[in-house]
Nanobody, 122 residues
Framework: IQLVESGGGLVQPGGSLRLSCTSS????????IGWFRQAPGKEREGVSC????????YYVDSVKGRFTISRDNAKNTVYLEMKSHEPEDSAVYYC????????????????WGQGTRVTVSS
């Protein structure tokens, strides 16, 4: 069982991208879905998460007001809408599925995707 991310690419500073996370093996509506990112030479960090019960959303401070996470259960897809990109947003973005509330802890995740690269550059 694997998650699949898509939507990454090259974007200019201030630009926008929308990442998608889907799966053919599990129903994402049964899981909290988190997005992490890892920049070269840095540790993977949690970016955002959407919970299952009430769709509560969490964001790391550096992306608040710029990123929006949402889910479309009919399409079995979770999105990360990213706006006002900054060079520091350049990273490989991963989505993961978990059943616990500790979204910021990588070891809590049950499934991961392979990642999609986002490069912010002019």
């Amino acid at each position: 069982i694997q998650l699949v991310e898509s939507g990454g690419g090259l974007v200019q500073p201030g630009g926008s991208l929308r990442l998608s996370c889907t799966s053919s093996g599990i129903y994402l509506g049964n899981y909290a879905i988190g997005w992490f990112r890892q920049a070269p030479g840095k540790e993977r960090e949690g970016v955002s998460c959407i919970m299952t019960t009430d769709d509560t959303r969490y964001y790391v401070d550096s992306v608040k007001g710029r990123f929006t996470i949402s889910r479309d259960n009919a399409k079995n897809t979770v999105y990360l809408e990213m706006k006002s990109h900054e060079p520091e947003d350049s990273a490989v973005y991963y989505c993961g599925a978990l059943v616990s509330n500790n979204w910021y802890r990588e070891e809590e995740y049950d499934y991961w995707g392979q990642g999609t690269r986002v490069t912010v550059s002019s």
